[in-house]
């Protein structure tokens, strides 16, 4: 006896084992013809067999008028090609999906080893709901080279887990006659019919979410309300009204483990990637080679909105540009410990000079920690961007710490100027123009984390206090004119100190007073 091995699933070469042939079913595959019951007739004998069977389809063009279903193990869906095999949605199939794999949640009990490949699915513009690909309660499975055209949704997998996903193309240009609210393109979500609710051990490579350039004609490129372990590498997702890719924390089952690399989220009219939920606490994602783009339409790049409730999130080598408010909004106090490594916020604020900041972190909001990157000047054009501040933190930003990152080339300033006791920055790169401070107050606020200011007197001649900050903090004032500094205050000297024409003082914040490192007269 031969064997033939076929995606996991060994068949008997015996005539009740051979792969079946939707033809052979009834199924005429001519575009024409309702090819649904010949189709599933196909599926329900594979079920019948103890190991089950593979389900062939020939070239062609099926015409589906219902959904056709797999709840059996081991029963795979082959088409010959993307390039040759179609399944296509009648018209007047407007609800429901197209191809399901489904266990059975009422008993908790999952199928395995089943799969889908090498098919192109189009769908029609009158679909009010349904995906194309629905799995749920399924493990141990496949889903290769699969391409779907319009439609409602695509992709939904629920409560499945040890998913391979490879080569999935979505591509919608058309907008439903009921309109788009509500409608996501791939989504992983929960059922709590299963001893698994949320997906797991998921793994989805070299996909395409798209819809069109000039519109928007979905709400969501990527959805997850839940997860154990998800990995999204070598993907484009694009054309979103809402965000290409969001994670909502909105079921008592946590988002957990979620892995990103390589992914572009090009041009959208909302968010680029969106964080929101406070059902259940997200934990561990990590983001990798990220390229967040707006396009001159887009919203904001990447937007922790507020309640938002995140923690433990790692970013590197993310580029967010072309939005029109901010490259990053972080307004939630929930969404914390966040490590941003080589983070570059360029030429947001887009369509408007001084509109929004480059980074912003919200009043309440931190334990963010930023190393190197740089949030301004695009340096390939070597023009200024049109962003308020590189980053703007709010009074009342807490724990954040700024090391290494040039945030020169804004329209206003590099940083704002707030009191920052909580707030650790050195070795930030400033505009010239930053350094230079016209006194007149005495009690001056500088950028935060600056390390060098060149004081020119203006209403007043005197300073009597600096504004605190963290602790370590250095700074060097250089005078153009004849200023006092009072020692009376929160400046510790160690004698008089009135300044000639570019004489320099120098100070360390012990977390309570400028203490005098030393002086220079000129």
Same mark, same amino acid.
């Given at each position: 006896?031969?064997?033939?091995?076929?995606?996991?699933?060994?068949?008997?070469?015996?005539?009740?084992?051979?792969?079946?042939?939707?033809?052979?079913?009834?199924?005429?595959?001519?575009?024409?013809?309702?090819?649904?019951?010949?189709?599933?007739?196909?599926?329900?004998?594979?079920?019948?067999?103890?190991?089950?069977?593979?389900?062939?389809?020939?070239?062609?063009?099926?015409?589906?008028?219902?959904?056709?279903?797999?709840?059996?193990?081991?029963?795979?869906?082959?088409?010959?090609?993307?390039?040759?095999?179609?399944?296509?949605?009648?018209?007047?199939?407007?609800?429901?999906?197209?191809?399901?794999?489904?266990?059975?949640?009422?008993?908790?009990?999952?199928?395995?080893?089943?799969?889908?490949?090498?098919?192109?699915?189009?769908?029609?513009?009158?679909?009010?709901?349904?995906?194309?690909?629905?799995?749920?309660?399924?493990?141990?499975?496949?889903?290769?080279?699969?391409?779907?055209?319009?439609?409602?949704?695509?992709?939904?997998?629920?409560?499945?887990?040890?998913?391979?996903?490879?080569?999935?193309?979505?591509?919608?240009?058309?907008?439903?006659?009921?309109?788009?609210?509500?409608?996501?393109?791939?989504?992983?979500?929960?059922?709590?019919?299963?001893?698994?609710?949320?997906?797991?051990?998921?793994?989805?490579?070299?996909?395409?979410?798209?819809?069109?350039?000039?519109?928007?004609?979905?709400?969501?490129?990527?959805?997850?309300?839940?997860?154990?372990?998800?990995?999204?590498?070598?993907?484009?997702?694009?054309?979103?009204?809402?965000?290409?890719?969001?994670?909502?924390?909105?079921?008592?089952?946590?988002?957990?483990?979620?892995?990103?690399?390589?992914?572009?989220?090009?041009?959208?009219?909302?968010?680029?990637?969106?964080?929101?939920?406070? !059902?259940? $606490? /997200? &934990? @561990? %994602?990590? #983001?990798?080679?990220?390229?967040?783009?707006?396009?001159?339409?887009?919203?904001?790049? =990447?937007?922790?909105?507020?309640?938002?409730?995140?923690?433990?999130?790692?970013?590197?080598?993310?580029?967010?540009?072309?939005?029109?408010?901010?490259?990053?909004?972080?307004?939630?106090?929930?969404?914390?410990?966040?490590?941003?490594?080589?983070?570059?916020?360029?030429?947001?604020?887009?369509?408007?000079?001084?509109?929004?900041?480059?980074?912003?972190?919200?009043?309440?909001?931190?334990?963010?920690?930023?190393?190197?990157?740089?949030?301004?000047?695009?340096?390939?054009?070597?023009?200024?961007?049109?962003?308020?501040?590189?980053?703007?933190?709010?009074?009342?930003?807490?724990?954040?710490?700024?090391?290494?990152?040039?945030?020169?080339?804004?329209?206003?300033?590099?940083?704002?100027?707030?009191?920052?006791? !909580?707030? $650790? /920055? &050195? @070795? %930030?790169? #400033?505009?010239?123009?930053?350094?230079?401070?016209?006194?007149?107050?005495?009690?001056? =606020?500088?950028?935060?984390?600056?390390?060098?200011?060149?004081?020119t007197n203006g209403a007043q001649t005197q300073i009597n206090n600096l504004i605190s900050a963290s602790t370590g903090q250095r700074i060097t004032l250089m005078f153009v004119g004849v200023t006092t500094v009072s020692g009376a205050g929160n400046m510790k000297l160690d004698s008089a100190y009135v300044s000639t024409s570019n004489s320099t003082i120098s100070f360390l914040y012990d977390?309570?007073?400028?203490?005098?490192?030393?002086?220079?007269?000129?």
């Amino acid at each position: 006896m031969s064997l033939t091995k076929i995606r996991g699933a060994i068949f008997d070469s015996a005539d009740n084992h051979l792969p079946v042939n939707v033809k052979d079913y009834g199924a005429k595959g001519d575009g024409v013809t309702d090819d649904t019951s010949a189709i599933q007739a196909a599926i329900d004998y594979a079920e019948s067999l103890t190991d089950g069977v593979a389900v062939l389809f020939p070239a062609g063009n099926y015409l589906l008028k219902a959904g056709i279903s797999v709840d059996s193990s081991n029963v795979i869906l082959k088409g010959e090609s993307r390039s040759t095999v179609t399944i296509t949605r009648d018209s007047t199939f407007t609800t429901g999906n197209t191809i399901s794999f489904t266990g059975d949640d009422s008993s908790g009990s999952i199928i395995n080893n089943v799969g889908l490949e090498n098919v192109y699915i189009i769908g029609n513009i009158s679909q009010t709901a349904g995906v194309h690909v629905y799995v749920e309660g399924v493990t141990k499975s496949y889903f290769h080279n699969i391409e779907c055209l319009n439609g409602w949704g695509a992709f939904e997998f629920q409560a499945s887990t040890q998913l391979d996903l490879y080569g999935l193309y979505v591509f919608n240009n058309a907008d439903p006659t009921s309109g788009h609210s509500g409608r996501k393109l791939l989504q992983f979500t929960t059922n709590t019919g299963y001893a698994s609710a949320s997906c797991g051990d998921v793994f989805l490579t070299n996909f395409n979410v798209r819809g069109n350039v000039s519109a928007a004609y979905f709400d969501t490129g990527i959805y997850c309300d839940s997860a154990d372990g998800i990995w999204l590498s070598n993907g484009h997702v694009q054309g979103s009204d809402v965000a290409n890719i969001q994670f909502d924390a909105a079921q008592t089952e946590p988002i957990g483990l979620i892995f990103i690399d390589n992914v572009m989220l090009d041009k959208c009219w909302g968010y680029g990637l969106h964080f929101k939920g406070s !059902t259940s $606490v /997200a &934990r @561990n %994602l990590s #983001f990798n080679n990220l390229h967040v783009k707006g396009a001159g339409t887009g919203t904001v790049g =990447i937007y922790a909105e507020s309640g938002a409730t995140f923690y433990g999130l790692n970013f590197n080598g993310i580029n967010v540009n072309q939005f029109n408010e901010q490259g990053l909004l972080i307004a939630s106090t929930e969404f914390k410990n966040s490590i941003w490594t080589g983070l570059q916020c360029i030429a947001n604020s887009y369509n408007t000079v001084n509109n929004a900041s480059g980074i912003v972190v919200n009043s309440g909001c931190g334990y963010v920690y930023f190393y190197g990157g740089l949030s301004g000047r695009d340096a390939t054009a070597v023009t200024d961007s049109n962003q308020e501040y590189g980053m703007a933190l709010n009074a009342g930003a807490v724990e954040v710490t700024i090391d290494g990152m040039d945030l020169r080339g804004n329209a206003t300033a590099s940083i704002n100027s707030i009191t920052a006791n !909580t707030i $650790v /920055a &050195r @070795n %930030l790169l #400033f505009d010239d123009a930053d350094r230079n401070y016209t006194l007149d107050t005495l009690n001056p =606020i500088f950028p935060v984390g600056i390390d060098f200011v060149r004081i020119t007197n203006g209403a007043q001649t005197q300073i009597n206090n600096l504004i605190s900050a963290s602790t370590g903090q250095r700074i060097t004032l250089m005078f153009v004119g004849v200023t006092t500094v009072s020692g009376a205050g929160n400046m510790k000297l160690d004698s008089a100190y009135v300044s000639t024409s570019n004489s320099t003082i120098s100070f360390l914040y012990d977390g309570t007073n400028w203490l005098e490192t030393g002086r220079s007269i000129v």
